[in-house]
């Protein structure tokens, strides 16, 4: 069965630090894995991805993420956070043409 | 970029009656369709997978009778709920899924509200 987990319900950082959202995956197989961001009342929107190749991903809005299999983790990292970076993030396993999401993560920046 | 639409944003309806909202791939033909549903503060939980041309899959735990989800064509699916009751009040999410794609394009988002 395939699982994603998402430690920290929420992250406060200040702005400028570094952020960090942790995500770790459990799946047979290559795992899929995506980063979704949600602003309030509205739908998702992507990050980024990884399915193959480099481990360290770059995505929308400066944000990456490195793939760690040894270590079965996809953690999103921003170098400088911004208060507009202050939302609900997803991590999410693509298997089986069905993606299966973490309980996201609050994340605060303040100024 | 990929666009789906959800349609309406919003609606307020009484107890009893039936709601439907659309979701359409604006620019690209998807194969297969996604309805999840979202609480406050929650994750998303997928409800249905929906093909075109064919009957839904229902998650384990979701009414197919109450949740009706029809995938007319390439390009629209709907999910109606029937009977709607305060306790259907969420946050439903559509998305879209291109022909061989692995990654998935979210509509808006539809505000359920059951008085």
């Known amino acids: 069965a395939q699982s994603v987990a998402q430690p920290e319900d929420q992250v406060n950082v200040a702005e400028g630090n570094p952020l960090t959202v942790k995500c770790t995956y459990s799946?047979?197989?290559?795992?899929?894995l995506f980063w979704y961001v949600q602003y309030p009342n509205r739908g998702l929107q992507f990050l980024l991805k990884y399915i193959t190749g480099d481990n360290l991903v770059k995505g929308s809005y400066g944000f990456e993420a490195e793939f760690n299999k040894s270590q079965t983790s996809f953690h999103l990292k921003k170098p400088s956070a911004l208060v507009s970076d202050s939302a609900l993030y997803f991590c999410?396993?693509?298997?089986?043409?069905?993606?299966?999401f973490g309980a996201g993560t609050t994340v605060t920046v303040r100024a | 970029g990929a666009v789906v639409s959800q349609h309406p944003s919003w609606v307020i309806c009484k107890s009893g009656t039936s709601v439907k909202i659309e979701c359409r791939s604006l620019?690209?033909?998807?194969?297969?369709m996604f309805w999840y549903r979202q609480f406050p503060k929650q994750s998303l939980m997928l409800m249905a997978t929906?093909?075109?041309?064919?009957?839904?899959?229902?998650e384990q735990g979701v009414e197919k009778d109450k949740f009706l989800i029809n995938h007319a064509s390439l390009t629209l699916s709907t999910l109606t709920v029937t009977s709607a009751h305060p306790e259907d009040s969420s946050f439903y999410i559509c998305?879209?899924?291109?022909?061989?794609?692995?990654?998935?394009?979210f509509g808006p988002g539809t505000r359920l509200t059951v008085l």
């Open positions: 799946v047979s197989g290559n795992p899929y």
């Open positions: 929906s093909n075109e041309g064919s009957k839904a899959t229902y």
């Open positions: 998305s879209a899924l291109p022909y061989m794609n692995n990654e998935q394009f």
């Open positions: 620019d690209f033909q998807a194969t297969t």
């Open positions: 999410a396993l693509f298997n089986d043409y069905k993606l299966s």
